[in-house]
Nanobody, 122 residues
Framework: QVQLVESGGGLVQAGGSLRLSCVAS????????MGWYRQAPGKQREMVAQ???????HYADSVKGRFTISRDNAKNTVYLQMNSLKPEDTAVYYC????????????????WGQGTQVTVSS
């Protein structure tokens, strides 16, 4: 059974930084493209970033240059470093197991974490 557990969310002022973590179990993590998504109140869930097994990455235009996705296969963990945060980054952030040996930038997979809240105050 796939389990994805996010952590690291919180309240931060605009311009600040946070690092999200997602620990995966129940999958062969090193074979999976992983992703981060977010959903703000009243909006659809959107892709933030994906990272493939070869560590190629894909970012939403709104976060390019500010967010960095990375992975540590030894720890079955994917990270999202978020810098220069803006109030519009406020959302619940979700980890996703995109798929086996997929390129970065494809449709989300079916396995999701429970989400972690990020709130950016102005």
């Amino acid at each position: 059974q796939v389990q994805l557990v996010e952590s690291g969310g919180g309240l931060v002022q605009a311009g600040g930084s946070l690092r999200l973590s997602c620990v995966a179990s129940g999958i062969m993590f090193h074979r999976y493209t992983m992703g981060w998504y977010r959903q703000a109140p009243g909006k659809q869930r959107e892709m933030v970033a994906q990272i493939s097994v070869s560590e190629s990455t894909h970012y939403a235009d709104s976060v390019k240059g500010r967010f960095t996705i990375s992975r540590d296969n030894a720890k079955n963990t994917v990270y999202l470093q978020m810098n220069s945060l803006k109030p519009e980054d406020t959302a619940v952030y979700y980890c996703n197991a995109v798929g086996i040996y997929q390129p970065a930038g494809v449709r989300a997979g079916n396995s999701w974490g429970q989400g972690t809240q990020v709130t950016v105050s102005s």
